[in-house]
């Protein structure tokens, strides 16, 4: 039995998992303090018997092995979890290896080993939802470096048509997630974005910024497939048009058949649905264990 958990800004989503990978069990829990959050999860784990449990969590993480800090939330707003040593909690209570990662990393692996990106050995996964994160995986293996790829914070230009083209981003302003994540859209034209009517022009402007961080991603990772997930992709209208303008910005450089069948099978949505991140605590959760065997 593997435990998974999609540590989340709002949410915790919890879940318990066979060896062949089906959910047997499933907790969700708004995220407090680690005061109160943490017990709650540790005891729903305890319910049963796990070998391992896999995190997917909200950054920024250190995922530096050799680092003091190592498997701590780092620099997150939700000061209460500030510094929080998350990796170390969960192995000191339950005894058991634990696989960790960015959030956005557990699902770029779900999408790598099961879902939209199979078969290939890259993938770009993006979320585009209160914030925007990007998830990478190079060889079949989540990217880790400096730190983690923050794709979302990539450096945008404005729109000339933007009435907000400053961008919302407390660090950087206009960078993606400062143009074009759920809240931006929602401060730039006060309305939450599932209640723009389908012809307004939030529409245009936001598939244009996606494919600025698409196009960016294409020159800089060349991921064999970019997945967009996230409560804002549910408006399925904004994937003809992120394809669109992707190929319209690439402007011919990139001589790929991707770009010349109109990346229809190559922006796509999630293979896995909702489920690539907790899907991608469980592909964590069996690594650990496979790797814990082989040490
Ligand atoms: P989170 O990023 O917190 O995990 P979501 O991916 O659901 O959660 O993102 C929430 C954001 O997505 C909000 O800003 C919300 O306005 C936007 N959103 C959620 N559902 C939709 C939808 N159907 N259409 C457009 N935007 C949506
Ligand atoms: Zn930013």
């Given at each position: ?271 896995l649905g909702d489920a690539s991140g907790i899907t991608g ?15």
């Amino acid at each position: 039995m593997f435990g998974a958990l999609e540590a989340g800004g709002t949410k915790m989503v919890m879940a318990l998992m066979d060896s062949q990978g089906r959910e047997t069990d499933r907790k969700v829990i708004p995220t407090g303090t680690p005061e109160d959050t943490m017990p709650q999860m540790l005891a729903f784990f305890r319910s049963r018997p796990i070998d391992a449990l896999g995190v997917g969590c909200f950054g920024p993480l250190d995922l530096d092995p050799k680092s003091p800090a190592y498997g701590h939330i780092t620099r997150t707003p939700k000061l209460s979890w500030r510094d929080y040593p998350i990796l170390q909690a969960f192995r000191d209570a339950l005894h058991v290896p634990v696989g960790f990662d960015t959030d956005v990393n557990a699902a770029a692996l779900a999408e790598n080993r099961l879902g939209a990106a199979r078969g290939l050995s890259s993938c770009l996964y993006l979320t585009v939802g209160t914030g925007i994160g990007g998830g990478v995986v190079v060889n079949g293996q989540p990217v880790h470096g400096l730190m983690h790829p923050e794709v979302g914070h990539m450096l945008l230009s404005p729109d000339a048509s933007d009435p907000a083209p400053e961008g919302f981003c407390p660090y950087h302003k206009g960078c993606g997630e400062g143009l074009a994540a759920g809240p931006a859209i929602q401060k730039r034209w006060g309305l939450p974005a599932q209640q723009l009517p389908e012809g307004h022009a939030a529409w245009a402007l936001e598939a244009g910024y996606l494919a600025q961080i698409c196009a960016n991603a294409m020159m800089v990772l060349s991921p064999q497939k970019i997945i967009l997930g996230g409560g804002v992709m549910h408006q399925r209208l904004l994937f003809p048009m992120v394809r669109a303008k992707t190929i319209s910005l690439l402007n011919g450089y990139l001589p790929v058949r991707e770009v010349d069948e109109g990346l229809e099978d190559y922006i796509v949505p999630p293979g896995l649905g909702d489920a690539s991140g907790i899907t991608g605590a469980y592909l964590l959760a069996r690594d650990a264990l496979d790797n814990a065997k082989i040490q």
